[in-house]
């Protein structure tokens, strides 16, 4: 058409585009340089160091860097059976070096990991090594340890050549790549990390039900009751969010735990015997009682503001149209109070998801989350980059979720005030 | 129409919220079946505290509210089989029109086929066929005021209540929708209990007027005998517009009194006073009152013009009358001959007949 295609002018001739760009302009800059700041600290504190989680939860280069030569002989070895003299050689020389610079136990350390059994050969390496004669390596080393003669070993130092790795995710799912490389699960008495997982879903899914459970009254009381009444409750939520976390969790251990004040209550009133206490912490139950109680703020404000603004009158009219009570609520009020639903279930099934010091604090064995697991790496182990895996595959079921919250109940549809 | 006398029957009704002030009192209203009656006052009158009683969403602090013969006060709204119109309209805002206007029907389990002949008819009785696939939130105003109408009646109750249902639409629509409303009344002869604060509202479409204030009935009559008859001077005052003198009974005499003001005397009808020595206050609508008047009427005095305004159809003066600063008089502009200027001193009549004598403010 005509009109598309020909370009509109402005009084003076300029093309109205480019004219609307050159006004804009100089809006666009402040815009830009207003939120400069704040897109610097994002990227500063967020993007950067989410990047370098991901790089090292894949960073394999460690190993690749101390037998540079070896692996550069390696590459026209096919594996099958033991490699020529020339990788022998090549990786005599590499292992010279790294005892020179004092490396020689990281490399033990970091083949054991892929298999067992380096560590000792290694060590024994090492001592031989220094009456080694000029040539023939292949020989010297296969007389060292009858370990050095099996092409097990040496399959699995190939193993090590890529400078990038998807093993830790592998081990955060419990399985890992044997020999043949294949894809096999761990032992089955060996499984941690996906009873962790199942445990994290569930935890989050039943608080996130808790909560929602408890804060709909609540949240409806608050959108209903007169301002005077409304804003003493509304206090009473937020309270929670004005106290700091330690204390509250510290304060449901004082409740909670065995000598505490509520089984002190139940023994009072006669509802369990005193030698016969019930265990309330260090374990699941803690968990849920101390998160749902926590959480609950972030349950209630999404749902109190999207109640706020549904009509008192529709309930009214759902009821003088004939409806019951409990119709007049179920197809008129519950539907309309979906968005924030959503919006409350979703924030407070990721905070779960991803919860530490409480589930730390009062969950025990039994109660703790893949969080902690995360932390015990970071922290005990040192294993960062396994750490940095599990991070990832967290954060990764995070938008998982969102993604499939978006698909059923679409994005737009959430309200969070 | 054979019509019940007492369809709705409010029986000695109080209402309180808080224990201590009665914003409804001693209420005793009959309502006959196919009637149009509208409850109109200023806001905190009481008149839509009425109408959720009716409607079930309040209960009466002492007497009883009769349906057709049956006591209502212990049923519960979804019982009632009430249509009503929300103040802003409370259309379902997730349910096309369509649902909303099947929702009565579906909680009354009637057959789809018969609910859809239903729905068809109430959309057509508010022209908005071919609506029904709409969301709320997609029509204009008015259309989602039609939608909340026909919800109301889609069902077939007895009665139907509306609060203020025009309260939101502009001037030419409220009027449009004050005629319609009014059609599919007389069409299909439902009773209709209307609350509004608008008097002209409430001129327009009612067969009676209840006029609220400060929790009773000051007034209930047809729309005619409340404007030319109001009984006091609320009433006086609230239904258009009015001249009043403060003053008090010097004589009453063959249906006439004579009432003293600040530096004169007028003749008034007695409508609340009784003898001498009342203090009274006399109304008279603008209209009734002459410029230039023959000799027949019995009141004649004047007055000096203190602003002219002119209204296109009329001309609005206002006049320095007996004492009374605020005397307004309404001149067609079909007389342009009369001498209306700024300053003059003109002659002003009246029949004692159309001055009332009313309760002192």
Same mark, same amino acid.
């Given at each position: 058409m005509s009109s598309e295609n020909k370009q509109i002018l402005t009084t003076d001739g300029i093309p109205l585009e480019v004219s609307l760009k050159k006004a804009e302009k100089k809006n666009k800059i402040k815009a830009f340089l207003l939120v400069a700041p704040l897109l610097l600290f994002i990227i500063i504190t967020y993007v950067f160091p989410i990047g370098d989680m991901l790089m090292r939860s894949v960073d394999d280069k460690m190993v690749t860097e101390m037998l540079p030569k070896t692996y550069k002989s390696m590459e026209t070895w096919d594996g099958e059976e033991l490699p020529p003299e020339e990788v022998f050689e090549a990786f005599y020389f590499d292992f010279q070096r790294l005892i020179e610079e004092e490396r020689e136990g990281k490399l033990s350390t970091q083949l054991n990991y892929t298999k067992n059994g380096f560590k000792s050969i290694i060590k024994k390496l090492r001592r031989k090594s220094? &009456?080694?004669?000029?040539?023939?390596?292949?020989?010297?080393?296969?007389?060292?340890?009858?370990?050095?003669?099996?092409?097990?070993?040496?399959?699995?130092?190939?193993?090590?050549?890529?400078?990038?790795?998807?093993?830790?995710?592998?081990?955060?799912?419990?399985?890992?790549?044997?020999?043949?490389?294949?894809?096999?699960?761990?032992?089955?008495?060996?499984?941690?990390h996906r009873i962790l997982w199942l445990r994290t879903l569930e935890i989050a899914f039943f608080v996130t039900v808790f909560c929602f459970?408890?804060?709909?009254?609540?949240?409806?009381?608050?959108?209903?009751?007169?301002?005077?009444?409304?804003?003493?409750?509304?206090?009473?939520?937020?309270?929670?969010?004005?106290?700091?976390?330690?204390?509250?969790?510290?304060?449901?251990?004082?409740?909670?735990?065995?000598?505490?004040?509520?089984?002190?209550?139940?023994?009072?009133?006669?509802?369990?015997?005193?030698?016969?206490?019930?265990?309330?912490?260090?374990?699941?139950?803690?968990?849920?009682?101390?998160?749902?109680?926590?959480?609950?703020?972030?349950?209630?404000?999404?749902?109190?503001?999207?109640m706020k603004t549904i009509s008192p009158s529709l309930m009214r009219a759902?009821? &003088?149209?004939?409806?019951?009570?409990?119709?007049?609520?179920?197809?008129?009020?519950?539907?309309?109070?979906?968005?924030?639903?959503?919006?409350?279930?979703?924030?407070?099934?990721?905070?779960a998801i991803g919860y530490y010091i409480t589930p730390a604090l009062v969950g025990g064995a039994s109660g703790t989350l893949i969080s902690n697991q995360i932390a015990f790496h970071m922290k005990s182990t040192l294993d960062w980059s396994f750490a940095s895996a599990m991070g990832l595959m967290l954060l990764s079921g995070v938008l998982v979720i969102y993604w499939l919250y978006n698909k059923l109940v679409g994005i737009d549809n959430i309200k969070l005030g | 129409m054979a019509s019940k006398k007492d369809f709705v029957k409010f029986d000695k009704v109080d209402k309180s919220y808080d224990g201590k002030i009665l914003v409804v009192k001693d209420l005793q209203l009959d309502i006959a079946e196919g009637e149009f009656i509208t409850m109109l006052g200023p806001s905190g009158s009481g008149k839509t505290t009425c109408l959720m009683m009716l409607a079930g969403f309040e209960t009466p602090t002492n007497g009883e509210i009769y349906l057709d013969g049956n006591a209502i006060s212990s049923i519960p709204p979804h019982k009632r089989g009430i249509g009503m119109v929300f103040q802003n309209y409370a259309l379902f805002p997730h349910m096309t029109v369509y649902e909303n206007l099947a929702f009565p029907l579906r909680v009354r389990k009637i057959p789809k086929d018969e609910a859809d002949k239903?729905?068809?008819?109430?959309?057509?009785m508010v022209s908005l066929q071919g609506f029904a696939a709409r969301m709320p939130g997609q029509l204009s105003g008015g259309q989602q005021q039609r939608v909340a109408v026909a919800r109301s009646l889609v069902f077939d109750p007895q009665l139907v209540l509306m609060d203020e249902p025009l309260g939101a639409l502009d001037k030419?629509?409220?009027?449009?929708?004050?005629?319609?409303?009014?059609?599919?009344?007389?069409?299909?002869?439902?009773?209709?209990?209307?609350?509004?604060?608008?008097?002209?509202?409430?001129?327009?479409?009612?067969?009676?007027?209840?006029?609220?204030?400060?929790?009773?009935?000051?007034?209930?009559?047809?729309?005619?005998?409340?404007?030319?008859?109001?009984?006091?001077?609320?009433?006086?005052?609230?239904?258009?517009?009015?001249?009043?003198?403060?003053?008090?009974?010097?004589?009453i005499s063959d249906g006439r009194c004579?009432?003293?003001?600040?530096?004169?005397?007028?003749?008034?009808?007695?409508?609340?006073?009784?003898?001498?020595?009342?203090?009274?206050?006399v109304s008279l609508r603008p209209?009734?009152?002459?410029?230039?008047?023959?000799?027949?009427?019995?009141?004649?005095?004047?007055?000096?013009?203190?602003?002219?305004?002119?209204?296109?159809?009329?001309?609005?003066?206002?006049?320095?009358?007996?004492?009374?600063?605020?005397?307004?008089?309404?001149?067609?502009?079909?007389?342009?001959?009369?001498?209306?200027?700024?300053?003059?001193?003109?002659?002003?009549?009246?029949?004692?007949?159309?001055?009332?004598?009313?309760?002192?403010?």
């Amino acid at each position: 058409m005509s009109s598309e295609n020909k370009q509109i002018l402005t009084t003076d001739g300029i093309p109205l585009e480019v004219s609307l760009k050159k006004a804009e302009k100089k809006n666009k800059i402040k815009a830009f340089l207003l939120v400069a700041p704040l897109l610097l600290f994002i990227i500063i504190t967020y993007v950067f160091p989410i990047g370098d989680m991901l790089m090292r939860s894949v960073d394999d280069k460690m190993v690749t860097e101390m037998l540079p030569k070896t692996y550069k002989s390696m590459e026209t070895w096919d594996g099958e059976e033991l490699p020529p003299e020339e990788v022998f050689e090549a990786f005599y020389f590499d292992f010279q070096r790294l005892i020179e610079e004092e490396r020689e136990g990281k490399l033990s350390t970091q083949l054991n990991y892929t298999k067992n059994g380096f560590k000792s050969i290694i060590k024994k390496l090492r001592r031989k090594s220094k &009456s080694f004669e000029e040539g023939n390596y292949k020989e010297q080393i296969m007389a060292v340890h009858k370990r050095w003669a099996d092409v097990e070993y040496w399959r699995a130092i190939k193993r090590r050549a890529p400078a990038y790795t998807y093993q830790k995710y592998l081990k955060g799912m419990d399985m890992y790549e044997n020999e043949k490389g294949e894809i096999v699960n761990v032992a089955e008495d060996r499984r941690v990390h996906r009873i962790l997982w199942l445990r994290t879903l569930e935890i989050a899914f039943f608080v996130t039900v808790f909560c929602f459970l408890m804060a709909y009254p609540i949240a409806h009381l608050l959108a209903t009751l007169p301002m005077k009444y409304s804003n003493l409750l509304m206090i009473c939520v937020l309270l929670p969010f004005w106290t700091s976390l330690l204390v509250r969790t510290a304060s449901w251990m004082i409740l909670l735990q065995q000598q505490g004040i509520v089984n002190d209550f139940f023994v009072m009133i006669g509802l369990v015997s005193d030698d016969n206490r019930i265990e309330m912490m260090f374990n699941k139950t803690g968990s849920y009682v101390a998160m749902t109680q926590i959480l609950l703020p972030f349950m209630v404000l999404p749902l109190y503001s999207v109640m706020k603004t549904i009509s008192p009158s529709l309930m009214r009219a759902g009821k &003088s149209l004939g409806g019951t009570p409990f119709i007049a609520f179920w197809k008129v009020y519950f539907p309309l109070t979906i968005p924030g639903i959503g919006a409350g279930c979703l924030l407070v099934f990721i905070l779960a998801i991803g919860y530490y010091i409480t589930p730390a604090l009062v969950g025990g064995a039994s109660g703790t989350l893949i969080s902690n697991q995360i932390a015990f790496h970071m922290k005990s182990t040192l294993d960062w980059s396994f750490a940095s895996a599990m991070g990832l595959m967290l954060l990764s079921g995070v938008l998982v979720i969102y993604w499939l919250y978006n698909k059923l109940v679409g994005i737009d549809n959430i309200k969070l005030g | 129409m054979a019509s019940k006398k007492d369809f709705v029957k409010f029986d000695k009704v109080d209402k309180s919220y808080d224990g201590k002030i009665l914003v409804v009192k001693d209420l005793q209203l009959d309502i006959a079946e196919g009637e149009f009656i509208t409850m109109l006052g200023p806001s905190g009158s009481g008149k839509t505290t009425c109408l959720m009683m009716l409607a079930g969403f309040e209960t009466p602090t002492n007497g009883e509210i009769y349906l057709d013969g049956n006591a209502i006060s212990s049923i519960p709204p979804h019982k009632r089989g009430i249509g009503m119109v929300f103040q802003n309209y409370a259309l379902f805002p997730h349910m096309t029109v369509y649902e909303n206007l099947a929702f009565p029907l579906r909680v009354r389990k009637i057959p789809k086929d018969e609910a859809d002949k239903k729905i068809d008819k109430a959309l057509s009785m508010v022209s908005l066929q071919g609506f029904a696939a709409r969301m709320p939130g997609q029509l204009s105003g008015g259309q989602q005021q039609r939608v909340a109408v026909a919800r109301s009646l889609v069902f077939d109750p007895q009665l139907v209540l509306m609060d203020e249902p025009l309260g939101a639409l502009d001037k030419n629509l409220r009027e449009s929708m004050q005629y319609e409303i009014k059609h599919i009344h007389e069409s299909i002869g439902v009773t209709v209990v209307y609350v509004t604060h608008d008097q002209s509202e409430a001129l327009t479409m009612s067969n009676r007027i209840a006029v609220f204030n400060d929790g009773k009935v000051q007034q209930l009559s047809s729309p005619d005998e409340l404007y030319e008859k109001p009984v006091n001077s609320f009433v006086a005052e609230f239904i258009g517009e009015n001249n009043t003198f403060a003053g008090e009974v010097s004589d009453i005499s063959d249906g006439r009194c004579k009432v003293k003001l600040a530096n004169a005397e007028i003749l008034a009808n007695p409508i609340s006073v009784k003898g001498k020595g009342e203090k009274t206050t006399v109304s008279l609508r603008p209209e009734r009152a002459l410029i230039n008047p023959s000799d027949k009427m019995d009141n004649i005095h004047n007055g000096k013009i203190e602003e002219v305004i002119y209204h296109g159809d009329h001309t609005r003066v206002r006049i320095n009358l007996l004492g009374n600063p605020e005397f307004i008089l309404k001149i067609p502009n079909s007389s342009s001959n009369l001498d209306i200027k700024l300053g003059n001193e003109i002659k002003i009549g009246w029949n004692s007949g159309d001055a009332r004598a009313l309760d002192p403010k």
